[in-house]
């Protein structure tokens, strides 16, 4: 007796007396989604065994970006490793300066000043919605919607835009360093700042009547890759994938670092179809709640981003951190909420200014490692569906 | 810092090849200038057939002569005359666009007046005459009846008469401008779709080429398909790589041989016009799955089979819903589908009976998948397979999928409108207009305008073109399950339920009775709402552009 792997479609191949017709099944056959393919968000390559348009499973295969970061990390001193963080998670690169530099600050026992602290906030959270708008216009894209795309890009550009008054930087920043941001806010960033929000928010409701209410993406994502609660915290599931399964754990409420305390907004969790204006079709922990957790964050965002700016104060932004940073021999593990999830660096040191050890926990590559579980008897389709509502980042799967 | 770089040495060469080129045209031209004064002075002093001979090679060599002084003089002032083809090309563009429209026009009047040149000769000598007339008749009819003085141009005119009389001449006069006209639409629909797209993502679009709004840049494309190399796969089927784009182009330029654009603008008027059409249309599905298998790559595979099954199972609906047209009118000629629709926006069979509109709604939808269009265009899911049945080819062949799916496009437009929406006749009432049909020439062009005529069914086609730009630039793609789902299930028990209905109808409801005549107002109103509110939105989002798109857009974007 073969094996049988038509979980989904368990009646398809049996008759009447539960027999396998083995006359009626089909050929096998191996594709090779990636590393260079449309839908694999960078160089992620899956090797799918398929039989007609079903997918029996899929295999995911890492490693195509692998840059050593981790070794890097052993060999410069703090500072220096600002830029290569950049290059993990290359769409959110504020947050990962944010979160490392958190962590050696906490080894070394640095005080950052207030207006430092809420620099960095309000550039995490400005890089929250950047990367968010690319995962909500790239996953349209994945869906054969162009124009979302195109949206979620021009509002990116205005983000950037910003970043770019604020370090010249577009992609890479390496602003957030060591002891708050490497400089402060040019003159009129703020008012930018509230410019931008101010014509931002209605974009949001705008996306949601053109992507997410629409009855065709409803379709192709509802029900699609569902991860129970359980199996999401099992897989180690973290950020929007984890939300997205109706687990309501966000560091940034749970266990608020930095002055994250200070600031009032809610934790957007997938909730199931039919209340509250979700479509009927949607399960809790599927593709569609992955993805609206995400433009739900980006409303939350918006808010913390207000709240910074009644709240910011004058003074300095940068603590006085010595020029060769002695790392003390002790270890500091800290995460961060990042958009893909929680982005962990710990840091060991032995008295010496370059560490002993650098470890980062990708929260990508944790997400990533689901994939092989939810991508099993779906249709060829549904791989660009549920690889895209998991919004991996090659550059942190990889490292 | 004296030492060019290989970019200055690039420009220095081709200045030194135009030079040499210059050179030799003019040396070509003075050679075939001195090979013509000889023949001619040769035919000159021989008569009969040698002195013939060499008066016409003299002019051959004459012709080339002048041919390579022109491409000398054209090399030598290359840049002048460059910079004059940028500012004149365009209106040459426009008017040749014009042109083409106007293409079957002239030779439907000179064939209007072959014929009737044919009958008066035959009827002023008395007895039957036979078709074809000899020149000789014709010129001493041009001469004696049409008051035409010089006897050299009676002549000429009368051997291009002649000419005409032959069915194949009129045939490759045809096909010709079929051709043209079919390169014209798919190169006017890929620069349009690509405008369509920019301003729906608030994007300009292509801006450079050409100038005005770049609408030069499928010409660009196209030439820059030509140059591109032909690659061909070491795995893939030889033969079947090589014959899938014509298998897929071919079937989509011959449908508009049998595509009426106004009653007397038809290459072939067919009695079974109509299942021609489908048949042709059934017929591109094999280029796409011999692209898909010839390849040899598994998503050109996939993209080849999903194509297949999705046009198999559509043909079905699409079927049916042309059925019903056909039943209303009883017959299956294109032209007579369409003359009956003459008189004006209540008489166009979409609006006939609930049935009919309903049918004009799912033979739209039926042609979305059939061309493979957005949210239907799953045989090329760019995101999923890569780029489907065309992902390895590569340079002009890739181009000729492209040109099939636009003519197909306009082909689709073109048959909805002759099917269900007036054909080549205006919302306007045929009688206000009748007075102009046999008017002079003038009023015979208003009225070609205003009332029926080709123009009308283009532009109607190309806003059936346009609504499908719309649709693919707004909506996600279904997948799969669910476009057999929403065809098996949806979509072919809603067609045969509205055959069924429109069979009742076309029994038990006369034309004329009040339950007939209150459907078509209530269906003809429907149809004008829908029409008025479009034009609103327009108006409306036109009008509110740059509060709807937003302060900074409007800032970032100064032509947006």
Redesign the interface.
Same mark, same amino acid.
């Given at each position: 007796m073969q094996e049988r792997v038509y979980h989904s479609y368990p009646d398809l191949l049996l008759d009447a007396e539960g027999e396998d017709l083995a006359d009626l099944r089909t050929e096998e056959?191996l594709?090779n989604m990636g590393p260079q393919?449309?839908?694999t968000h960078g160089v992620l390559r899956l090797v799918l065994r398929t039989d *007609? $348009?079903l997918v029996l499973e899929a295999v995911p295969h890492i490693g195509y970006l692998h840059r050593c970061a981790e070794k890097i990390g052993e060999n410069l001193a703090p500072y220096q490793f600002i830029p290569i963080t950049d290059r993990l998670d290359y769409l959110a690169a504020m947050n990962n300066n944010y979160a490392f530099s958190m962590a050696v600050e906490q080894l070394c026992g640095i005080e950052v000043p207030e207006r430092g602290r809420y620099v960095r906030v309000i550039m995490s959270e400005l890089n929250r919605i950047a990367s968010h708008l690319v995962s909500f216009g790239s996953y349209? %894209?994945? %869906? *054969?919607? =162009?124009?979302p795309f %195109?949206?979620g890009f021009?509002e990116r $550009?205005?983000i950037l835009d910003l970043f770019e008054s604020a370090c010249g930087a577009r992609l890479t920043y390496s602003y957030i360093t060591i002891g708050g941001p490497a400089l402060d806010l040019p003159e009129g960033f703020l008012e930018n700042l509230q410019? =931008?929000l101010?014509?931002f928010e209605?974009?949001i409701d705008e996306y949601n009547q053109?992507?997410s209410y629409?009855h065709? =993406?409803v379709?192709?994502t509802a029900g699609v890759g569902v991860i129970s609660p359980e199996d999401a915290i099992a897989w180690g599931l973290t950020g929007p994938c984890l939300r997205g399964s109706g687990v309501r754990w966000d560091l940034r409420k749970c266990m608020p670092y930095d002055i994250y305390d200070r600031f009032e907004f809610e934790i957007p969790v997938g909730v199931p179809g039919g209340s509250d204006g979700i479509p009927r079709a949607v399960v809790v922990g599927d593709s569609w709640c992955r993805y609206f957790v995400r433009i739900a964050e980006m409303k939350q965002s918006a808010r913390i981003l207000r709240q910074c700016l009644e709240q910011i104060p004058d003074g300095p932004v940068r603590a006085k951190v010595p020029r060769v940073l002695k790392l003390p021999s002790k270890e500091v593990y800290f995460e961060a909420e990042n958009p893909r999830g929680q982005l962990g660096f710990l840091v060991v040191g032995d008295g010496s200014p370059i560490p002993r050890r650098v470890k980062i926990r990708g929260p990508s590559f944790c997400n990533l490692s689901i994939a092989s579980q939810i991508c099993r008897n779906v249709?060829?389709?549904?791989?660009?569906a549920i690889i895209g509502s998991i919004d991996v980042v090659m550059g942190e799967v990889d490292r | 810092m004296s030492t060019p770089d290989s970019c200055d040495r690039r420009v220095f060469q081709a200045e030194d090849r135009a030079t040499r080129a210059v050179r030799g045209f003019t040396l070509l031209g003075a050679i075939f200038v001195l090979v013509c004064a000889i023949l001619a002075f040769g035919a000159t002093r021989v008569s009969g057939v040698a002195g013939l001979l060499a008066g016409l090679l003299a002019a051959g060599a004459g012709g080339l002569a002048g041919a390579s002084l022109l491409i000398a003089l054209a090399v030598r002032f290359r840049e002048p005359l460059g910079r004059l083809l940028a500012r004149v090309a365009f209106p040459i563009f426009m008017v040749a666009v014009v042109a083409t429209v106007f293409f079957a026009w002239v030779p439907a009047l000179l064939y209007e007046e072959v014929d009737r040149l044919a009958g008066s000769v035959s009827t002023a000598s008395g007895e039957p005459r036979q078709m074809p007339l000899g020149v000789a008749e014709i010129r001493s009819y041009l001469l004696g009846s049409c008051g035409v003085g010089s006897a050299w141009v009676a002549t000429l005119v009368a051997s291009l008469l002649w000419l005409l009389q032959f069915g194949l001449v009129r045939d490759l006069i045809t096909v010709t401008g079929i051709v043209v006209f079919v390169s014209l639409v798919a190169m006017f629909g890929i620069w349009w779709e690509r405008k369509v797209a920019g301003r729906i993502q608030s994007r300009l679009g292509p801006m450079r080429v050409g100038g005005w709004h770049g609408w030069a840049q499928s010409l660009a494309d196209g030439l820059k398909l030509l140059q591109k190399e032909d690659i061909f796969l070491s795995g893939a089927d030889r033969p079947l790589f090589y014959l899938a784009p014509y298998v897929a182009f071919v079937p989509a330029l011959s449908l508009f041989s049998v595509l009426p654009f106004s009653a007397a603008w038809v290459c072939r008027d067919l009695e079974i016009g109509l299942i021609f059409i489908l048949a042709l249309l059934a017929l591109g599905v094999l280029g796409v799955l011999l692209a898909g298998w010839s390849s040899n790559n598994k998503w050109s595979l996939l993209g080849s089979m999903r194509e297949a099954c999705q046009m198999i199972s559509y043909e079905i609906p699409l079927g049916f819903s042309l059925l019903v047209p056909v039943m209303s009118v009883g017959s299956l000629r294109l032209t007579t589908l369409g003359e009956v629709q003459a008189n004006g926006f209540t008489s166009w069979v979409a609006f006939a009976s609930p049935f009919t509109l309903a049918a004009a709604v799912i033979f739209f939808i039926g042609t979305l998948a059939s061309c493979k269009r957005a949210p239907f265009d799953l045989p090329e899911a760019e995101s999923e397979l890569v780029a489907g049945y065309h992902t390895e080819y590569s340079g002009f062949r890739w181009a000729l999928f492209f040109f099939a799916e636009y003519a197909e496009m306009f082909a689709v437009g073109a048959l909805a409108t002759i099917l269900f929406f007036g054909a080549w006749y205006s919302p306007l009432p045929a009688a206000w207009g009748a007075a102009w049909e046999r008017g002079p020439i003038w009023q015979r062009a208003l009225h070609g305008i205003l009332f029926s005529g080709p123009l009308w069914l283009i532009g109607k086609s190309l806003f059936f073109v346009y609504l499908q730009m719309w649709l693919r630039w707004t909506l996600p793609r279904v997948r799969l399950d669910q476009v057999m789902f929403a065809c098996v299930q949806v979509l072919l028990p809603l067609a045969l339920m509205v055959l069924a209905g429109n069979s009742f109808w076309q029994l038990w409801v006369l034309p004329q009775s009040g339950l007939a005549r209150l459907a078509n107002l209530v269906c003809a109103v429907l149809g004008a709402l829908v029409l008025v509110a479009m034009l609103a939105i327009i108006v409306y989002a036109r009008v509110n552009r740059r509060r709807l798109v937003g302060s900074l857009v409007v800032e970032h974007l100064p032509g947006a």
């Open positions: 056959m594709i393919h449309p839908s *007609g $348009e349209a %894209l994945d %869906l *054969g919607a =162009f124009t %195109l949206y021009r $550009e205005y410019q =931008f101010d014509y209605p974009k053109l992507l629409n065709i =993406f379709r192709r249709l060829v389709a549904d791989i660009a | -």
